[in-house]
């Protein structure tokens, strides 16, 4: 099994910032699109931010400019920074690895709750 380890989910104020991390597994670090999404009630899982081995980065247009993903290759990790957080933001988020034979693995979800 892939394991996907999320860490850093908790309670901030409007306008703070937090940091998501999400450990996975080297084979699978190494070549895998990694990945960011979040899920509210009664919503779909959406894309929060991406990004592939080459390092390119994707964001939703409503974390752009407030986001940032990026990776610790040596530690085989994937974080995203979040700053200016809004109430809108709260969300359980979910670490996620696509892999090049178009198999998705999923971490356990983190809750990020931003009160206002």
């Known amino acids: 099994q892939v394991q996907l380890v999320e860490s850093g989910g908790g309670l901030v104020q409007a306008g703070g910032s937090l940091r998501l991390s999400c450990a996975a597994s080297e084979i699978i670090f190494s070549i895998a699109r990694m990945g960011w999404y979040r899920q509210a009630p009664g919503k779909q899982r959406e894309l929060v931010a991406t990004i592939t081995s080459g390092g390119t980065t994707n964001y939703a247009d409503s974390v752009k400019g407030r986001f940032t993903i990026s990776r610790d290759n040596a530690k085989n990790t994937v974080y995203l920074q979040m700053n200016n957080l809004k109430s809108e933001d709260t969300d359980v988020y979910y670490c996620?690895?696509?892999?090049?034979?178009?198999?998705?693995?999923w971490g356990q979800g983190t809750q990020v709750t931003v009160s206002s």
């Open positions: 996620n690895a696509f892999t090049r034979n178009l198999r998705n693995y």
